[in-house]
């Protein structure tokens, strides 16, 4: 517990805040520098971390194409963006009533940074999400042995980055800009705002998991409950570990144990979708999106632009890569690059996302159950079978 990284963030903000309140101008202009360097080194691997995750995904996927496999995706695509529209009204409807008060005017001046480094981007995000979904799909219309290997040794790169470079800075570049914050006075006022969103997040999660189901059930003719009541123990390990990954044996278990759900499509659905359908993930990031833009901004993004975001961050929940906070990550790009958010704005989408990562996961978990129910009844109404225990994903 003391080693997880949302308990280390929960430090570092913890910290931010305490320093803030407490340093002189002088002081500050170190936090600073060290918050301008930590986030340059964030920011210039979002590229990496975009290529090195989205083109692999495409290029596993593409290898083992079948028309299920084709359907499980599109359903998990649409089930994600589904749940982003979902966040995106349901924030536009609630956060302009949450009282967020304005307060830019009163704002503590910030000294100038004592020193400061560069560190330009190897290509803009969005250019590194067409080349990767370009690239991706050439390398399965080609089928290029040799590429294909090398994007998937640049996937082990790229969490190497991630778990090596990124994970560590995460602490320091999240607890000084919250001393930042808490140094202009901004924070005082608006963490409260953060923690009324938290329970909104968790709220909407579960509203979405009875929403699922219940579609579910309208197509399938099966009832709900003989799916979700066996999905505790899965729920628990998410919310315990922040994994789908680790999630998986515990929720293949609990999915089996259903008389409603075809154990073919089980062995088959729940491994593919606890790494392609991420909607409580998605459901967090819209909605936390929307309520770091009013604080810090004072406004909300335009509904077009959040339509737009929340179709292309479909794509990246379907190849977000296997760590906490895997989607956010993949991500960042879209948030610099559409919601046009700085340095401030991102740090407290990481800060306050990775303390309710545990229960977006429970909710990826969970929601897989009204999938492959929609599968099973798929299969059956068209009489495609698969073999339980069969490896080599080919249906009769």
């Given at each position: 517990?003391?080693?997880?990284?949302?308990f280390?963030?929960?430090?570092?903000?913890?910290?931010?805040?305490?320093?803030?309140?407490?340093?002189?101008?002088?002081?500050?202009?170190?936090?600073?520098?060290?918050?301008?360097?930590?986030?340059?080194?964030?920011?210039?691997?979002?590229?990496?971390?975009?290529?090195?995750?989205?083109?692999?995904?495409?290029?596993?996927?593409?290898?083992?194409?079948?028309?299920?496999?084709?359907?499980?995706?599109?359903?998990?695509?649409?089930?994600?963006?589904?749940?982003?529209?979902?966040?995106?009204?349901?924030?536009?409807?609630?956060?302009?009533?949450?009282?967020?008060?304005?307060?830019?005017?009163?704002?503590?001046?910030?000294?100038?940074?004592?020193?400061?480094?560069?560190?330009?981007?190897?290509?803009?995000?969005?250019?590194?999400?067409?080349?990767?979904?370009?690239?991706?799909?050439?390398?399965?219309?080609?089928?290029?042995?040799?590429?294909?290997?090398?994007?998937?040794?640049?996937?082990?790169?790229?969490?190497?980055?991630?778990?090596?470079?990124?994970?560590?800075?995460?602490?320091?570049?999240?607890?000084?800009?919250?001393?930042?914050?808490?140094?202009?006075?901004?924070?005082?006022?608006?963490?409260?705002?953060?923690?009324?969103v938290?329970?909104?997040?968790i709220?909407?999660?579960?509203?979405?998991?009875?929403?699922?189901y219940?579609?579910?059930?309208?197509?399938?003719?099966?009832?709900?409950m003989?799916?979700?009541?066996?999905?505790?123990?899965?729920?628990?390990?998410?919310?315990?570990?922040?994994?789908?990954?680790?999630?998986?044996?515990?929720?293949?278990?609990?999915?089996?144990?259903?008389?409603?759900l075809?154990?073919?499509?089980?062995?088959?659905?729940?491994?593919?979708?606890?790494?392609?359908?991420?909607?409580?993930?998605?459901?967090?990031?819209?909605?936390?999106?929307?309520?770091?833009?009013?604080?810090?901004y004072?406004?909300?993004?335009?509904?077009?632009?959040?339509?737009?975001?929340?179709?292309?961050?479909?794509?990246?929940?379907?190849?977000?890569?296997?760590?906490?906070?895997?989607?956010?990550?993949?991500?960042?790009?879209?948030?610099?690059?559409?919601?046009?958010?700085?340095?401030?704005?991102?740090?407290?989408?990481?800060a306050?996302?990775?303390?309710?990562?545990?229960f977006?996961?429970?909710?990826?978990?969970?929601?897989?159950?009204?999938?492959?129910?929609?599968?099973?009844?798929?299969?059956?109404?068209?009489?495609?079978?698969?073999?339980?225990?069969?490896?080599?994903?080919?249906?009769?």
């Amino acid at each position: 517990m003391l080693k997880t990284l949302p308990f280390r963030l929960l430090l570092a903000l913890a910290a931010g805040l305490l320093i803030g309140s407490t340093v002189n101008a002088t002081l500050m202009n170190v936090i600073m520098s060290i918050r301008h360097i930590s986030g340059q080194i964030v920011f210039f691997s979002v590229p990496i971390i975009i290529i090195g995750s989205v083109a692999p995904s495409i290029v596993r996927m593409g290898k083992h194409a079948s028309k299920l496999l084709g359907i499980s995706l599109m359903l998990a695509y649409l089930s994600v963006v589904a749940a982003g529209l979902f966040a995106t009204f349901t924030g536009f409807a609630i956060i302009p009533r949450l009282s967020i008060a304005s307060a830019v005017d009163s704002l503590r001046a910030l000294p100038d940074m004592v020193f400061s480094l560069n560190i330009p981007q190897i290509m803009p995000p969005m250019s590194a999400l067409a080349l990767a979904l370009i690239g991706g799909l050439a390398v399965v219309w080609s089928d290029s042995k040799r590429f294909a290997a090398l994007l998937g040794e640049l996937q082990g790169i790229m969490l190497a980055i991630v778990r090596k470079v990124i994970i560590p800075i995460l602490p320091v570049f999240i607890g000084s800009t919250f001393a930042t914050l808490a140094y202009d006075g901004r924070i005082t006022t608006q963490l409260p705002v953060f923690l009324q969103v938290i329970l909104l997040i968790i709220l909407i999660h579960t509203i979405w998991i009875a929403v699922l189901y219940l579609i579910a059930a309208l197509y399938s003719r099966k009832h709900p409950m003989e799916v979700l009541r066996h999905y505790g123990p899965a729920y628990l390990t998410a919310v315990g570990t922040m994994s789908s990954a680790a999630t998986l044996p515990v929720a293949l278990q609990c999915a089996s144990k259903s008389s409603v759900l075809d154990k073919g499509m089980v062995s088959f659905g729940v491994p593919l979708l606890a790494h392609v359908h991420m909607p409580g993930s998605v459901l967090s990031i819209t909605f936390l999106s929307l309520s770091v833009s009013q604080v810090l901004y004072g406004t909300l993004p335009a509904i077009e632009t959040m339509i737009l975001f929340v179709v292309l961050l479909a794509v990246f929940a379907v190849a977000a890569p296997g760590v906490p906070g895997g989607t956010l990550m993949a991500s960042l790009g879209l948030i610099i690059a559409v919601l046009g958010f700085d340095e401030t704005g991102t740090a407290l989408m990481l800060a306050i996302f990775a303390l309710q990562d545990s229960f977006g996961t429970a909710c990826n978990i969970t929601s897989d159950g009204p999938v492959v129910m929609g599968l099973s009844k798929y299969a059956e109404k068209h009489g495609l079978k698969m073999e339980e225990n069969s490896d080599s994903g080919v249906f009769d």
